[in-house]
């Protein structure tokens, strides 16, 4: 089955980290553009951080450039986002994005 699962999720004071994993599995992540998106309450869907095939080049919007990192791991099939210094306004569900192939989001929420 093709498919991606997210977690890592969760409730965060401002200024704190998650990692968010992106397990894929039908299809290797390392030769697919993978990405990263978010969408918060009433707004649309943003492209957050993205990772090219093969080398793996990254690129991050201006509004988490910085405090975001995205990762590979090619021998568990999996990316990451690596996200430092949280702030309120990043509170959205994360999807994590390979192809044609979505997951089901996950969580984040930044709040004291």
């Known amino acids: 089955q093709v498919q991606v699962v997210e977690s890592g999720g969760g409730l965060v004071q401002p200024g704190g980290s998650l990692k968010l994993s992106c397990r894929a599995s039908g299809f290797t992540v390392s030769r697919y553009f993978m990405k990263w998106y978010r969408q918060a309450p009433g707004k649309e869907r943003e492209l957050v951080a993205s990772?090219?095939?093969?080398?793996?080049?990254?690129n991050y919007a201006d509004s988490v450039k910085g405090r975001f990192t995205m990762s590979r791991d090619n021998a568990l099939n999996t990316v990451y986002l690596q996200m430092n210094s949280l702030k309120p306004e990043d509170r959205a569900v994360y999807y994590c994005?390979?192809?044609?192939?979505w997951g089901q989001g996950t969580q984040v929420t930044v709040s004291s």
């Open positions: 994005n390979g192809g044609l192939v």
């Open positions: 990772m090219t095939s093969a080398v793996g080049i990254t």
